[in-house]
């Protein structure tokens, strides 16, 4: 029965329109970037129990562009991260946001945090690395992607995935990661954290921490820093000490836009280093 709802849900589900309810009211400075010149808007991906909504940004003319996936925070891919792709295509990326939840539920209509967290809590990872798998197909498939010119970037919970995919998916050229949770309690749908793929890790990410990230301490931090650089690997991780967690974010109180505007700069000159 589950499974028949689930895939029910999948073939019914749409993007979110606007911000997200749990995020309500938005800051005064958020940032709104329009669509000129672009091919903006939702697109459907095909997976293996359905089609997948995602948010698809590409410059309107051109072909073979390099591929950003960008990951979602928990609450979905909601005006926020449809407007990080849109940025994303004005630099001559195509950037992509599938919906990670949209088997567990639409989060975008939930009004507080805490009904968002048990529905977030219910996603395999398994599950995320196989959509963002068919994902990249799709990309370069159907919409002018250049195959070998692969990058992901995700937010909060999506930071987490940033780091995930990067040591699951070999194409992924490099990523940035932006205040992912490093360590956890393992289970079945959660096996493995950040630190515990640190060691095998090949790809080199770019992780943007904030020091007064009350959700991800320090030290775990240090951890992470630790185990990359025993592994010899070439990523690198950024604290900026007076911001808080999802400092990147412009719609919320969190927004430290010196720190944001750092890192965003930051991202396109890691990207271009590793060849995206």
């Known amino acids: 029965m589950q499974e028949i709802t689930r895939r029910k849900f999948i073939a019914t589900a749409t993007l979110a329109t606007g911000f997200a309810l749990a995020v309500q009211p938005i800051s005064a400075q958020v940032i709104s970037t329009d669509a000129k010149g672009l091919v903006a808007g939702a697109v459907k991906i095909p997976v293996k129990d359905g089609e997948l909504p995602a948010y698809r940004a590409v410059p309107a003319t051109g072909k073979n562009f390099p591929i950003v996936l960008v990951i979602q925070e ?3 891919v909601h005006e926020h991260i449809q407007d990080i792709t849109r940025r994303f295509a004005k630099l001559g990326y195509l950037a992509i946001a599938p919906e990670m939840f949209v088997r567990q539920g639409d989060v975008s209509k939930l009004s507080s945090i805490d009904e968002i967290r048990p529905i977030v809590a219910k996603v395999p990872d398994a599950q995320v690395l196989s959509d963002l ?3 990249v197909d799709w990309a370069v498939k159907s919409a002018k992607g250049n195959a070998d010119k692969l990058a992901i970037t995700g937010f909060c919970w999506g930071g987490r995935i940033t780091w995930l995919y990067a040591a699951h998916n070999p194409k992924v050229k490099t990523g940035v990661a932006w ?6 309690d393992t289970s079945k749908l959660t096996p493995k954290h950040p630190v515990d ?28 820093r630790d185990r990359l650089k025993e592994s010899g690997n070439k990523s690198k991780i950024i604290v900026y000490p007076d911001a808080p967690h ?8 969190s927004y430290r836009e010196k720190s944001a505007q750092d890192g965003w700069h930051r991202l396109q000159a890691w990207f271009k280093q590793h060849g995206v």
């Open 197 to 224: 793929i640190a060691s095998a890790l090949t790809v080199p990410v770019l992780g943007l921490y904030g020091g007064k990230d009350t959700g991800i301490p320090l030290d775990t931090v240090e951890k992470m």
């Open 133 to 135: 798998d068919a994902t």
């Open 179 to 184: 205040y992912g949770r490093l360590v956890g």
């Open 74 to 76: 928990i609450f979905g």
């Open 246 to 253: 999802a400092f990147f974010a412009d719609y919320r109180p």
